[in-house]
C-alpha cells in the first residue's frame, strides 16, 4: 500500500504541477514584445528611420525607385540611356497600377507608417519612468510619420491614413481627402516641435528645428503662406543653421555634418551595416569612359546614366553662377596611359595623365577654336556617338551631358561598388530662405521686400558675393521665379516632381521644358520629348498599386486616368 | 487459464486412449526463428483425441489406426495437418500466419487483438519488414500497406523517402505521420533504425485509431515495436549482408557526333532564321547541312577536341559503376525468472550511387525487462545510433554532368580533372566536385532515445505505468567547396560552412489502465493518459569564404574573408501537455465500441487558444460471432467497423503568435543603429488544422484464413488548415497567417491475403493491396484559386499546371505554327480558348496531380521444405512528375531523350527540335510498377545446422529492383526522383547475398 501511496502522489503532482508549463518563452527571435523595453522601443524608431533610407537606397528596387519618382519626369531632369525607370520620364502606360517601383515604395512607406505608430502606441507606457525620453521617442516617430504621409499625399493624392499601430489583419482601406491628412500632418509636427529637443542626440536623428522646417514646407503646400513665412523665418532667425559660404563646400563628401544640413536621411560606407547604400553616385553619370584617354574608374564612378538635365535647367544658370559648377561635372582627365601611349607611339602631339581629356563647356565652340586642343581634333574612333572629346551642349545626347559633382563618390573601394555612403539631404537652410521667400510672396498681403530678401541671401552665395548689387536684377518675386530658384539650387537633390505638383505646374512645366532633342551631327535631329508630348493633368498622381486595389476588402478607388 | 484448461482435458484423453493404440513424437518448431514452440495443440482430426507439444515443443500422441489425419494448430500460426502413415516420428514446421485474426497488435498506449480493433490499423511483422533488406525503415513499407504510399525523393545514401498516409491534406506544411518508437514519439527521421531489430511496425491511419494521439495524428501514425527478450537461454544471432547496387541504366545523353549534329542542326535553324523581319524567314530545310562547317559551330577547343576523338560521358567519370552496401548486426536475446533481454549491435555501410558519397551507421539497441516484484516491472527500451553520410551538394554536379558538352576533356594530362574545358567559363567540370579534397560535406549525427517504464499493477484488472522517454541527437555538418567546385564556379573562392543543430526532448507519460470481463459478456478496457512533452532544437551555422588553404576546410572559419561572413543562431522551444481517455467496450465478443477524447495543449498557441478537444468513436459488428452465421463453416470472421473521429495538426512555427520583427538596416553618422520593424503580424487566433474523417470498412476471412481481407472507404475533412492570406500593405503587413483553408481526402483501401497452396512441402500466400485516394482543395484563403502556389479549388492538392504539349509543328503546319511565332520542329502546346496565342492565363491547364492516384502492392511467398522465394511489386499509377531534365537547351548536350528529335529531314520524329524550351514540355506521366524485390533463401536443416555447431543458419540472396515498368520511357531516370530538385539519378539495382546464424 506505502508504494501505491507513492505512486498515486506522484500522478497527482504531474497532475497540479503545470499551470504554466505552456507558457512561450521567447529566446532567439525579436517579436513586437521587445518594443515593451526601453532599449527595444528605440530599435522600432530606428526601423522607422531607415524607411526614408530604403526607400532612397539600393533595399528597394535596384535603388533607383525613389530617385526616379522625384527626379524622372519634370523640367529639369530627364532620363539618361539606360534603366526601365526612363519610361517615367516619358509617361507611357508602362505606369501603371502594377509598375513594381511605385509598389516597392507604396509598400515602404506604409511599413514605415506601422513602424511609427508602433512606436508612437508603445512609447508612452514603455518609457513611463522617464517622461521626458517619452515625449521625445514619441516626437520623432510623429515627426516621421508626417514625413511620410507627406511623401505619400505627393506623389499619390488622397492615400489611405491610419494612426494606430496595426494589431490584428485589416483588409479594409481608406482614402482619406488630401486636406484632412495634411491636418493630421500639421498636428504631429506640432507635438514633435512641442516635445523634440533643440539638439538632436546624433546626425540623423531629428530635433524641433527639423520639425518646423518640415511644417514650413507642409504649410506651404497647403497654401498657408502666412503661417509658413513664420515658421520658415523662426528657423532661419533662431535656428542654429547657417549657409555654407561656398556652394560647392557643402557637397563634399567629407562634409556631411556641415551647418546648413538640417536633415538628411543616413547612409554609411560601412557594407557591414549598410549593404543598400545610396545609389546616387552612379545614376546621375554619363558615358565619360566612352572618351579617349578615359577610363572607368573609382573616382569618376560607375554611370549607370539613368538621369541627364534638361536643356532648359542647363541654360537657366548665368556664367556666374557658383552652382553650375557646383552641381554639374563637366571635366574627366586622361587616366589611361596605355591608349596614350598607343597615341604617341602612332606619332601624335603628347599627352599626359591628368591632362583634360573630355570636356562639356556651357557654352558651345566652334570647330575652330576646339581644334585648338589636341583633343578636340583628334576625335574618337569607333565610339560613333561621340564624335569629339569637346563636346557641345547640342552635341549632348542619353549618354554624355554633365554629371553630377553633388553625389559622386570617389571614396568607394572599388568602381563597380554599388552602395554609396553619402547621405541623401531632407532639407537643408537654403530651402528654408526659399520656402521663406515664396511665402512672404505669395501670402495674402504680400511683403516683397522680405521675400527678395531672402531670396537674394540664396542668391549671393550662389554668385559668391556679398551686395546684392552684383546680381542680376530680380525685381519681384513670384512662382516662376521661385521655381527657376529652387531648379537651380536644389536640383539633383530629389526635390522636383515635389515642387511641381505641389505647385500645379508639372503638366505645364514639363509641357515646355521635359525631354530632349539631340542634335548630334549624324543623327537627324533626334528628339525624345515623348514625356511633354504623353503628359497629361492625371499624371501629377501615380496609380495606386494593383495590389492594394485587389487586396482591400472594400472598394479601394485607382486614381482617375489609370 | 482456457489453454491450460484445455490442455488438462486433452491430457485426459490421451490417458485414457493409450492403450489401444501406437506412439507418434515430433518436434514443432517455427519456421522462421527455428525455435521450438510449445503448447501447440495436435489433434487426430475427426476425433477428440489430442494433445499439447511441451516446453521443448515436443509432443507425443497416440493414434489408433495408420492413414489418421493429425491436426497441428497455435495462434498466429497457420494450422497444419499431416497424414500419418505409421512412422514413428513427425517432425512439424509451423509458420507464422500474417494475418490471423487473433494476432495481438500495437494500437498505441496498449495492444489489442486483431479481431477486437474497430479502427483503421494495419500491422506489418518485423520479419515482412526485414525481408527486403532495406537500408532504410520506411522504405521497406513500400508496397506492404494499403494506403501507405512510399517515394524516394533524393538518391544520397541514408536519405528516408517521403512518406504518405491516405494522401496529402495540408497545403502548406508537412504531411509526414507520426512516428512512435515503443510507445513514445520520436522527432521522426528513422535513418538509424535497423528493421531486423523491429517486432512490427502499426499503421494507424484514421481518425478514429490516430485520435489518440490528438494534435500529432492528423498525417497518420507509425507505430514500431522493437523485440524484447523472452525467458529462456541466451540466443545469439548473427546477421550479415553485403551488396553490390549499380545503375540499371544510365541516362541517354548526347555522343560527340551526335551533339555535334545537334549544334549543325542548331546553327541551320540560325540561318534559316537570321533576317529581323520573320516574315523572310526560309522554309526549314532550305538550308543544306552541307553548307555548314563543323567549325562554324564549334568553338576551337571544342573543335580541336572533337577531331581528337573526344567524347566524355560525365556519368562514366562520376558514378560508381557498383557501389558496395554491408550490414552486420550481432544479437543476443533471453532471460531468466526476473529479467530478460535483447541487446543487439549494428554496422551499416552503404556506398551511393555518385563517387565520394556514403553512409555509414552504428547502433546500440538495448531492451530490458525487469520484473521487480509480482506487480511492478521497470522495462528499458533505448538506442543509440551514430552515423556519418557524405553527401554532394549535387544541383551543380548533376545538371553540368547531364549536359555538359561531350567535348570537354575530362582530365589533364597530369590526371587532374580539367577546371574550364570548354575555355568559355560557362562550364566548370563536374569531375572537381568529386576529385581529391575540392568537396566535402559531411554530416554527422549522434542520437539517443528511448523509454524508461514502469508497470505497477494495483490489482490484475488496474495498472499504472509510467513512461520517460527523452531523446538526444545532435547533428554536425560541415561543408567545403573550394574554389573549382561548381558550386563556386562563378565566385573564384572557396565556400566553407560549419552547422551545428543539437535537439533535445522528452516526453512523460501516466497512463492507468483498467480491464476487466463482468459476467463474462461485458469487456471494458479503459485507458487514462496525462502526459507532457518538450523539444528543443538549436542550432549554429558558422559560414566563411576564401579560406586562404584547401586544407583548413570548414575548420578554421577564422581565416576566412571578414565581409562574406555569416553567422547565425537559433533556439527554439515547444512544449505539449495532452490529457486522453479511452474505452474499448466488448459486449458479447459482438459488439465492439471505442471512444477516445483527447485534450491537447500546445505552447505555440496564444493564451486561450492553447487547448482543444479531439473526440473520436468507433463501433464494429462481429457479424461472424452471431448465431446466424455460425454453421457457416467456411466463414471464419466477418465484422463491420464505422469509425470517426478528429485530429489534429500544429505545425506553425514557435513564437508565430507574437509577431516577429525584422532586422532592418540603419546607422546614425557613420555608426550602426540597431533596427527591427514589425514583419509579420502577430495572430492571436492561430490553431489547429484539424482533420475529421469516418472510415467504413469490412473485415473477413474465409476457409480457416485461407483468405483474409479488409475493405476501407473513408472520407476525410481538413478545415481551418494554416495558409497565409495577403492583406493590403497600408495595414503595414503584407500577409498574415490564418486558419482559412480546407481539403478533403476521399478513398478505398483493399486488401487482400491468403493461401494459394498449404501442404506439408508446398506453401504459397500471396498478399495483395489496393489503394485508391482523391484529394481536393475545398477552400483557400480569398476564396478563388491560387495561380502563384498552383492550387486550385476543386483540383488535387499538388498539380503540375502549365500547357499542355501537344506533339511537334510538322512542315506542312508552317503557316499555322507562325500564328503561335513557333515553326515547324518546335514543341507544340494546345491553345486551350483558340484566340491564335499562347498565354500564361488562359491556356495554362492543370496537366495532372503529383501524387498517384492509386498504389498498390503484391507479395508473393512462396516455399517448398527449405527453401523459400518471394517477391514483392509495387505500383503507383495516375501522377505525373516534371522531369526536369527533359531539356534540349541550345549549347548544351541533349539528354533525357532518345534521338528521334525533329530536324527537316526527320519531320516524323516523336520529339521537338533542340531549341524551343518550356517547362511545360517536361511533366510527363509517372506512373510506374516496380518488382521492388526477389529474394531466395534456404534454411538449413535442424541436423545439417547441428552439425556445424549451430542451431539454425539461413542464407538468401535477394535482388532489388530488379524490373521497373513505367508507362513514359524515363531513359534510365527513376520516376520517383525525376522531379526531385537535385538527386536525378538512374534506377538502382541491387544484388544482396546474406546469411543468419543462429546460436
Known amino acids: 500500500m506505502k508504494k501505491l501511496n507513492i505512486l498515486l502522489i506522484l500522478f497527482a503532482l504531474f497532475l497540479v504541477s503545470c499551470d504554466d508549463y505552456l507558457d512561450e518563452e521567447v529566446s532567439g527571435p525579436l517579436t513586437t514584445n521587445v518594443y515593451d523595453t526601453p532599449e527595444g522601443i528605440q530599435f522600432g524608431l530606428n526601423a522607422a528611420y531607415s524607411t526614408l533610407p530604403t526607400v532612397m537606397g539600393g533595399s528597394t528596387r535596384n535603388g533607383e525607385a525613389g530617385w526616379a519618382l522625384t527626379t524622372l519626369g519634370t523640367d529639369v531632369y530627364t532620363n539618361g540611356r539606360d534603366g526601365g525607370i526612363r519610361n517615367f520620364d516619358k509617361y507611357t502606360d508602362w505606369i501603371d497600377p502594377s509598375n513594381s517601383y511605385i509598389e516597392a515604395v507604396w509598400e515602404e512607406f506604409y511599413r514605415g507608417i506601422n513602424t511609427a505608430n508602433t512606436v508612437i502606441a508603445k512609447a508612452p507606457s514603455t518609457l513611463a519612468s522617464n517622461p521626458d525620453e517619452a515625449k521625445n521617442v514619441e516626437g520623432q516617430a510623429r515627426f516621421l510619420r508626417a514625413y511620410f504621409y507627406y511623401w505619400l499625399v505627393r506623389q499619390f493624392g488622397p492615400v489611405h491614413y491610419t494612426a494606430t499601430e496595426t494589431t490584428a489583419p485589416e483588409t479594409e482601406a481608406n482614402r482619406t481627402a488630401v486636406e484632412e491628412i495634411y491636418k493630421h500632418i500639421v498636428t504631429d509636427l506640432e507635438y514633435a516641435i512641442e516635445n523634440l529637443p533643440a539638439e538632436a542626440a546624433i546626425r540623423g536623428k531629428v530635433n524641433n528645428w527639423a520639425a518646423k522646417t518640415v511644417l514650413a514646407d507642409v504649410l506651404l503646400a497647403m497654401k498657408e503662406y502666412d503661417r509658413a513665412a513664420q515658421v520658415a523665418e523662426d528657423v532661419i532667425a533662431n535656428g542654429p543653421y547657417n549657409l555654407v559660404p561656398n556652394y560647392a563646400d557643402m557637397w563634399n563628401v567629407d562634409n556631411e555634418g556641415n551647418s546648413e544640413f538640417i536633415w538628411s536621411a543616413q547612409f554609411t560606407e560601412d557594407e557591414l551595416i549598410d549593404g543598400g547604400g ?154 528654408v530662405y526659399l520656402i521663406a521667400s515664396e511665402a512672404n510672396a505669395l501670402k495674402a498681403s504680400p511683403d516683397q521686400t522680405k521675400a527678395l530678401n531672402f531670396l537674394n541671401e540664396v542668391r549671393k552665395r550662389a554668385y559668391n558675393t556679398t551686395n546684392v548689387s552684383d546680381l542680376p536684377v530680380i525685381s519681384s518675386v513670384d512662382l516662376d521665379v521661385i521655381l527657376e530658384e529652387r531648379a537651380k539650387e536644389l536640383a539633383q537633390e530629389g526635390k522636383r516632381w515635389f515642387d511641381l505638383v505641389t505647385r500645379g505646374k508639372l503638366v505645364e512645366r514639363v509641357q515646355l521644358y521635359g525631354g530632349y532633342i539631340d542634335n548630334l551631327p549624324g543623327y537627324s535631329s533626334r528628339t525624345n520629348r515623348e514625356g511633354s508630348t504623353n503628359i497629361r493633368d492625371y499624371h501629377a498622381r501615380r496609380p495606386i498599386p494593383q495590389s492594394q486595389i485587389d487586396r482591400s476588402t472594400n472598394e479601394y478607388p485607382q486614381n482617375p486616368g489609370y | 487459464m482456457k489453454k491450460i484448461f484445455l490442455t488438462m482435458i486433452c491430457m485426459c484423453m490421451v490417458l485414457l486412449n493409450y492403450a489401444q493404440s501406437k506412439e507418434v513424437t515430433g518436434i514443432v518448431t517455427d519456421q522462421a526463428t527455428g525455435e521450438t514452440i510449445p503448447g501447440v495443440n495436435v489433434v487426430v482430426k475427426g476425433t477428440t483425441n489430442g494433445t499439447v507439444t511441451n516446453i521443448d515443443g515436443k509432443y507425443s500422441i497416440n493414434v489408433s489406426k495408420t492413414n489418421a489425419t493429425l491436426l497441428f494448430s497455435f495462434v498466429g500460426y497457420a494450422p497444419q495437418e499431416f497424414v ?279 547502433t546500440l539497441r538495448t531492451n530490458f525487462d525487469i520484473d521487480v516484484t509480482d506487480r511492478l516491472k521497470i522495462s528499458l527500451s533505448q538506442q543509440v545510433g551514430y552515423s556519418e553520410s557524405n553527401l554532394l551538394d549535387d544541383t551543380g554536379i548533376v545538371y553540368s554532368m547531364y549536359t555538359g558538352s561531350p567535348l570537354a576533356r575530362a582530365y589533364n594530362e597530369d590526371g587532374t580533372p580539367t577546371l574550364d574545358p570548354l575555355k568559355d567559363g560557362n562550364f566548370r567540370n563536374p569531375i572537381n566536385d568529386i576529385y581529391g579534397n575540392q568537396h566535402e560535406n559531411l554530416r554527422k549525427t549522434f542520437r539517443y532515445f528511448g523509454n524508461i ?488 536443416t535442424n541436423e545439417m545446422a547441428h552439425k556445424i555447431g549451430v542451431q539454425k543458419i539461413r542464407m538468401y540472396a535477394n535482388v532489388q529492383n530488379p524490373w521497373l515498368f513505367s508507362s513514359f520511357d524515363f531513359d534510365g531516370f527513376d520516376p520517383d526522383t525525376a522531379g526531385a530538385a537535385d538527386s536525378k539519378i538512374p534506377t538502382l539495382r541491387t544484388v544482396i547475398v546474406g546469411l543468419n546464424v543462429t546460436f
Open chain 2, 453 to 940: 517504464s514502469a508497470t505497477y499493477k494495483f490489482t490484475d484488472d488496474l495498472k499504472y505505468i509510467l513512461n520517460v522517454g527523452p531523446e538526444f541527437k545532435s547533428s554536425q555538418t560541415g561543408q567545403f567547396n573550394n574554389a573549382n567546385t561548381t558550386k563556386r564556379a562563378n565566385f573564384g573562392t572557396s565556400l566553407a560552412r560549419k552547422e551545428n543543430e543539437f535537439e533535445t526532448s522528452y516526453t512523460v507519460e501516466n497512463i492507468l489502465q483498467f480491464n476487466k470481463t463482468f459476467n463474462e459478456i461485458h469487456k471494458l478496457d479503459a485507458t487514462l493518459l496525462f502526459s507532457v512533452q518538450e523539444s528543443n532544437y538549436e542550432e549554429t551555422v558558422a559560414e566563411g569564404q576564401g579560406i586562404p588553404s584547401d586544407s583548413q576546410k570548414y575548420n578554421r572559419l577564422q581565416d576566412s574573408k571578414t565581409e562574406n561572413r555569416v553567422i547565425e543562431s537559433t533556439n527554439t522551444r515547444t512544449r505539449w501537455e495532452s490529457y486522453m481517455a479511452r474505452f474499448n467496450y466488448t459486449l458479447n465478443d459482438k459488439y465492439l465500441f471505442t471512444f477516445t477524447g483527447r485534450y491537447d495543449g500546445s505552447s505555440k498557441l496564444s493564451e486561450g487558444n492553447k487547448y482543444e478537444f479531439f473526440p473520436s468513436g468507433s463501433v464494429a459488428w462481429k457479424i461472424g460471432n452471431e448465431d446466424f452465421l455460425a454453421n457457416v463453416e467456411a466463414l471464419d470472421n466477418l465484422k463491420l467497423r464505422l469509425g470517426y473521429g478528429t485530429v489534429g495538426r500544429n505545425p506553425i512555427d514557435p513564437y508565430s503568435t507574437y509577431g516577429e520583427l525584422k532586422a532592418v538596416e540603419g546607422s546614425f553618422d557613420n555608426q550602426e543603429a540597431v533596427s527591427y520593424r514589425p514583419d509579420e503580424l502577430p495572430n492571436s487566433e492561430l490553431s489547429w488544422e484539424v482533420t475529421t474523417t469516418y472510415n467504413l470498412a469490412v473485415d473477413f476471412a474465409l476457409w480457416q484464413n485461407r483468405l483474409n481481407g479488409s475493405i476501407d472507404v473513408y472520407k476525410g475533412k481538413t478545415t481551418d488548415l494554416l495558409l497565409d492570406r495577403l492583406i493590403p500593405i497600408t495595414s503595414g503587413y503584407k500577409q498574415v497567417l490564418e486558419n482559412v483553408g480546407e481539403t478533403e481526402n476521399r478513398g478505398i483501401e483493399i486488401t487482400l491475403g491468403g493461401d494459394v497452396i498449404r501442404s506439408k512441402d508446398w506453401r504459397w500466400s500471396l498478399d495483395l493491396n489496393f489503394s485508391h485516394n482523391k484529394n481536393e482543395i475545398k477552400k483557400l484563403s480569398g476564396g478563388g484559386d491560387d495561380v502563384g502556389n498552383k492550387w486550385f479549388v476543386g483540383r488535387p492538392l499538388q498539380v503540375a499546371y502549365d500547357w499542355k504539349y501537344d506533339g511537334v509543328w510538322r512542315l506542312n503546319q508552317l503557316a499555322e505554327a507562325e500564328k503561335y511565332l513557333a515553326r515547324p520542329g518546335d514543341a507544340r502546346y494546345v491553345d486551350q480558348n483558340g484566340d491564335e496565342t499562347l498565354n500564361d492565363d488562359d491556356d495554362r491547364v492543370i496537366l495532372g496531380q503529383l501524387d498517384p492516384k492509386w498504389i498498390g502492392g503484391l507479395t508473393s511467398r512462396l516455399s517448398y521444405k527449405n527453401l523459400d522465394f518471394t517477391v514483392v511489386a509495387s505500383t503507383r499509377q495516375g501522377h505525373v512528375v516534371k522531369h526536369d531534365l527533359r531539356i534540349q537547351p541550345g549549347n548544351t548536350r541533349r539528354v533525357g531523350l532518345s534521338g528521334d528529335y525533329w530536324t527537316p529531314e526527320n519531320d516524323g520524329a516523336e520529339f521537338p527540335r533542340y531549341t524551343r524550351n518550356t517547362d511545360a514540355y517536361k511533366t510527363v506521366d509517372a506512373s510506374s510498377v516496380r518488382i521492388r524485390n526477389i529474394t531466395l533463401g534456404y534454411n538449413f
Open chain 1, 278 to 431: 545610396n545609389y546616387a553616385h552612379m545614376l546621375f553619370l554619363s558615358s565619360y569612359d566612352s572618351g579617349k584617354f578615359v577610363l572607368r574608374d573609382t573616382e569618376n564612378g560607375r554611370p549607370w546614366k539613368r538621369f541627364r538635365p534638361t536643356k532648359y535647367l542647363l541654360e537657366l544658370y548665368d556664367d556666374e553662377d557658383t552652382r553650375y559648377d557646383g552641381t554639374f561635372k563637366t571635366v574627366w582627365y586622361a587616366n589611361d596611359p596605355e591608349e596614350i601611349d598607343e597615341f604617341i607611339a602612332d606619332g601624335k602631339d603628347a599627352v599626359a595623365v591628368g591632362d583634360t581629356a573630355l570636356w562639356l563647356p556651357k557654352h558651345a565652340m566652334t570647330n575652330e577654336d576646339r581644334d585648338k586642343y589636341i583633343i578636340g581634333r583628334e576625335g574618337l574612333k569607333g565610339k560613333t556617338y561621340l564624335d569629339r572629346q569637346i563636346v557641345n551642349p547640342n552635341e549632348y545626347n542619353d549618354r554624355i551631358y554633365p554629371a553630377t559633382n553633388k553625389w559622386i563618390q570617389p571614396n568607394r573601394p572599388d568602381v563597380n561598388y554599388t552602395q554609396g555612403g553619402r547621405d541623401f539631404v531632407v532639407y537643408r537652410l537654403a530651402e
Open chain 2, 84 to 362: 500419418y502413415n505409421g512412422q514413428g516420428k513427425l517432425d512439424v514446421v509451423l509458420v507464422t500466419d500474417a494475418l490471423t485474426v487473433d494476432e495481438v497488435i500495437v494500437v498505441g498506449y496498449g495492444s489489442q487483438k486483431k479481431s477486437d480493433v474497430t479502427g483503421a490499423v494495419s500491422s506489418v511483422k518485423g520479419s515482412f519488414i526485414n525481408e527486403t533488406k532495406e537500408a532504410n525503415v520506411m522504405a521497406a513499407l513500400a508496397g506492404k500497406v494499403a494506403g501507405v504510399d512510399v517515394s524516394l525523393k533524393s538518391g544520397q545514401p541514408g536519405s528516408s523517402p517521403e512518406i504518405l498516409i491516405r494522401g496529402r491534406s495540408s497545403l502548406s506544411y508537412s504531411n509526414a505521420p507520426l512516428v512512435v518508437v515503443d510507445g513514445i514519439p520520436t522527432s521522426g527521421g528513422l535513418e538509424d533504425i535497423n528493421s531486423e531489430d523491429i517486432k512490427s511496425m502499426e499503421i494507424l491511419k484514421d481518425a478514429s485509431s490516430a485520435a489518440i494521439y490528438g494534435a500529432r495524428g492528423a498525417n497518420g501514425v507509425i507505430i514500431i515495436t522493437t523485440k524484447r527478450g523472452k525467458k529462456g537461454k541466451p540466443t545469439f544471432t548473427y546477421d550479415a549482408y553485403f551488396g553490390i547496387s549499380s545503375p540499371t541504366n544510365k541516362a541517354k545523353v548526347q555522343s560527340a557526333d551526335e551533339y555535334v549534329g545537334h549544334l549543325l542542326e542548331k546553327e541551320r535553324k540560325n540561318r534559316e532564321e537570321s533576317d529581323s523581319d520573320r516574315a523572310n524567314w526560309l522554309t526549314p530545310g532550305s538550308v543544306s547541312l552541307n553548307d555548314i562547317d563543323v567549325q562554324d559551330v564549334l568553338t576551337e577547343q571544342q573543335y580541336d577536341a572533337y577531331t581528337s576523338g573526344v567524347d566524355t560521358d560525365f556519368q562514366d567519370e562520376i558514378f560508381r559503376n557498383q557501389s558496395f552496401q554491408q550490414n552486420h548486426r550481432f544479437g543476443v536475446t533471453g532471460g531468466g525468472d526476473v529479467t530478460r533481454y535483447a541487446v543487439s549491435m549494428n554496422y551499416l555501410k552503404q556506398e551511393g550511387t555518385m563517387k565520394t558519397t556514403d553512409y555509414e551507421r552504428y
